[in-house]
């Protein structure tokens, strides 16, 4: 696997270094903010972002208790003004999939219908955002005719496995 070094602009505002495989996987380490740092914990959360799936994946490590372990997931947009420069636009819609059990939780609608009343997102990508979601959900998340799943088609998904175990960035 070969691996591109890139730069990403989180949306705390900070460049983080990172890495771009062939197949358009990125994956990149953001230091977390002072005031979400949990006591004892990595003070570093790793993103992984499929521009093709228009999607940002995190392990958060501040995330504690029943969620400490699980996933979220941002619906993104990604923009590369410069070669191997990165913006990533967050749209609102996530998804949050909890460490021990095979199901997903939908977030934040109401944050995109007011971005997308108050006209801070487009039609246009409105609809992106809503076929970006259903198609990482038939892909990675849903297994049909199952009733009660008892694990992941592809989540995390495979184009992640090579940078899960990626050291540090930078």
């Known amino acids: 696997m070969t ?17 771009r495989t062939t197949n358009n996987a990125i994956a990149y380490d953001v230091p977390i903010l002072p005031q979400y740092q949990a006591p004892g914990r990595p003070t570093t959360d790793r993103c992984f972002v499929l521009p093709d799936e228009g999607v940002q994946l995190t392990k958060p490590n501040t995330f504690t208790g029943s969620y400490e372990g699980g996933w979220y997931i941002d619906l993104i947009e990604t923009e590369e003004p410069e070669p191997q420069r990165f913006v990533i636009h967050d749209l609102y819609v996530d998804l949050l999939i909890p460490p021990r059990a095979v199901r997903y939780d939908v977030l934040d609608l109401d944050e995109f219908a007011e971005a997308l009343q108050i006209g801070a997102i487009d039609i246009a990508t409105a609809v992106k955002v809503l076929r970006d979601t259903q198609l990482f959900i038939d892909r990675h998340l849903r297994t049909p005719n199952e009733a009660h799943p008892t694990a ?19």
Not at 3 to 19: D, F, N, S
Not at 152 to 170: I, M, V
């Open 3 to 19: 691996l591109e070094e890139v730069t990403v602009l989180h949306r705390t505002g900070q460049w983080c270094p990172g890495v």
């Open 152 to 170: 992941w088609p592809d989540f995390p998904p495979a184009a992640l496995l090579p940078l899960l175990e990626l050291p540090a960035f930078g």
